[in-house]
């Protein structure tokens, strides 16, 4: 019995020091100190122009149709999906605008329209795409509208190679077919990986209504 | 001396260490997904998204952080409503400090730190703001949108003031939500005030005319 209790004890002493440590830089915690330390769990966005890419291409900026996807004035978005790409373990920041022709009105960092929609866009630089066709959009007609380019070898202006696998993963599951069929579903959570592996949170909250 | 360790205890003291060393033991990089991040790259503020704050309270919160830069006090601002505004990390909701170390180490490029001020229903949280005790006054924000927005503004003139910067927010075009709910309030006792005047008088003329009647 006292061998039993002795062994717990030194369990404890073990782990002890290890949670006292975590209560004392109060990860978890909703103590509030007088200022916040830098998280190295926190991603990193990388450099401009790579990891920054435009939102429209000279066709999706003139209005014209895109094989059978058609610029017209009216949208109504009938769900949303988010996207997330990571390029060497930096966040790539998908720009709001995607999918809306210019001129483009602009708050701040959002787009409240253009002269005309794609059936799938962006208005905030977010990652969360509105679709607004009755067909089944997939992720290359996004890239399409984006005017960049996806591939088993290319994702925007970055190449695959040996160093630099490309991995995809749908609402935290691995995506083994091809890149360009992921299809954009309601609340779809879409991470396209190339190079270093980034640890991702599986879905994205939406907010109610969306 | 004490019998030395089953292969079971051995196993379960080895993962209540391990659970202990991966509380304490810097987390592997997060994908982002928290729109405020994103938002932040490209403007100083970000508000809660649904439901959307009055758009004369966001003006003001823009200006005043907007004057806030002009005066040498550049900060950014995420106003946290509910947890979809935090995208794929709602667990931080609750939780302004430990989101405000976060969002200030995304926002921050090579050497470049971004001061950061974080407004949620549970309280504020700061990233490399020199004037964070400032904000140890203040009543802790409510949970509605606008609330919080004119919690955000609060914070922004009592952070710039103690920075040696103070400014004041711009006044809000239109009345503002402020406007709104004083209304709500002061309505119902106009109203209650006419409706007692309209009696009091009707009173009065029949008191009149009985006192008529019975001169007659």
Redesign the interface.
Known sequence: M??RV??RL???A???P??A??GW?????????????????????G?APGWRPPALSPASAAGRSLGSLHCTRAFHPRLRA?L?I?VD?L?V??PSGIGVAAPQRRD???VTGGSCSYPLRTS?????VEIASRQRPTLGDLFDVWGQPLSLRRVLGFATGPGRPLAVFVNGRRWRGDVRAVPLLRHA?I?VELGRH????P???????? | MGRALTPISAVGCAALLLAALALTAPAAALGDADPASDVLLLQNTFVPGSPLPSGALTGQLRGVTERAHKAGFALKVAVIGSPSDLGAIPGMFGHPQRYAGFLGTELTAGKLTVPLLVVMPAGFGSFELRAAGALRGLRAPPADSDGLVRAAIDAIEKLSAAEGHPVKAPSAKGGGGGGTTALVFVLPVILLALAGLAVSRRARRADTGRDIESGA
């Open positions: 006292a061998a002795r062994r030194s369990c404890l073990l782990a002890g290890a949670l440590a975590c830089t109060a990860c978890g915690g909703s103590a509030t100190p007088a200022r916040a330390r830098p998280d190295p769990s926190a991603p990193r966005f450099p988010h997330e990571f373990g966040d920041l998908i701040g960092a959002y905030q630089p977010t990652g969360v959570s991470v980034v640890t991702r949170h879905l994205y909250l939406f907010p109610a209504g969306q």
